[in-house]
C-alpha cells in the first residue's frame, strides 16, 4: 500500500544551524511534493513545490531536494532562527489529491 | 480577503448529535476537500469536491456526508456524532494543481 513517513515527529535544533526533515515514501511514483509549514491552532500553509525533474528547489532560507531512485525528499532551513518552530508536513500527489506524512515538530532553541 | 473561512471553530457534541461545519471560499478555486487530522495521523482525506456538482470519497469518509452547495461553499456533516469523530477539522481549497489553501480549523470534541 502507498505509505508516506516523515522521519521523526520531534525535532529539537539549536538557533543558527540547519534544521533537516525527511520524507520517505513508498508505493508511490509522484509527479511532484509539496512542503507545509502549520503553527498550532492554525491550517497547514505552503512552502515549496518540487517536481520529479527537479533535484533541488531553494527559497530563501529554504531548500528542498527530491530523489525519486531513494523515493525521499529532504527539507533544509538554514541559519534556523526560533520563529522557524512549527509543524512541517510533506504531501504527495495521488489522483488530483494531496497524501500527507504525519509531520515533524521543529523546535529551534535560542 | 478571508481566504478560507471556517465555521465554527470549536464546537462540543454529545454522541448521536448531528452538526454541519462549515467552509467557504472566496478564492474562485475549483477544488474543495475536507480533512482530519488526529495526533500522529496527520491530515486525513474526507472527502472532496473537484468541482461544483462533484463530490467524491477520500481516504476516511464513513460517518461523513458532504455538500457542495455552489462554488464558494462545501459543507461537511455528521448525521450521528461518536467519540471517533474527535478530531480538528480543516476544509482546503485548490486551483487545478496548484498548491492548496487552508482553513483555520474547527476543533470538534464529542463527548
Known amino acids: 500500500s502507498q505509505k508516506i513517513e516523515q522521519n521523526s515527529e520531534a525535532l529539537n535544533i539549536q538557533e543558527g544551524k540547519t534544521a533537516t526533515l525527511t520524507c520517505n515514501y513508498t508505493?508511490?511514483?509522484?509527479?511532484?511534493l509539496q512542503w507545509y509549514r502549520q503553527d498550532p491552532g492554525r491550517g497547514p500553509v505552503f512552502l515549496l513545490l518540487i517536481r520529479e525533474n527537479e533535484k533541488e528547489k531553494r527559497k530563501e532560507r529554504l531548500k528542498v531536494t527530491f530523489d525519486t531512485t531513494l523515493k525521499q525528499s529532504l527539507f533544509h532551513i538554514t541559519a534556523s532562527q526560533p520563529a522557524d518552530s512549527a509543524t512541517y508536513l510533506c504531501?504527495?500527489?495521488?489522483?488530483?489529491?494531496?497524501?500527507f506524512g504525519q509531520g515533524t515538530r521543529l523546535t529551534i532553541n535560542p | 480577503n478571508a481566504g478560507v473561512t471556517q465555521t465554527p471553530k470549536f464546537q462540543v457534541l454529545k454522541t448521536g448529535q448531528s452538526m454541519t461545519l462549515q467552509c467557504a471560499q472566496d478564492m474562485n478555486h475549483n477544488s474543495m476537500y475536507w480533512y482530519r487530522q488526529d495526533p500522529g495521523m496527520g491530515l486525513r482525506l474526507i472527502y472532496y469536491?473537484?468541482?461544483?456538482?462533484?463530490?467524491d470519497k477520500g481516504e476516511v469518509p464513513n460517518g461523513y456526508n458532504v455538500s457542495r452547495l455552489n462554488k464558494r461553499e462545501f459543507s461537511l456533516r455528521l448525521e450521528s456524532a461518536a467519540p471517533s469523530q474527535t478530531s480538528v477539522y480543516f476544509c482546503a481549497t485548490r486551483w487545478r494543481l496548484q498548491p492548496q489553501h487552508f482553513g483555520d480549523g474547527t476543533r470538534l470534541s464529542i463527548l
Open positions: 469536491s473537484a468541482s461544483e456538482g462533484t463530490t
Open positions: 504531501a504527495l500527489e495521488g489522483a488530483q489529491k494531496l497524501v
Open positions: 508505493n508511490y511514483s509522484p509527479a511532484y
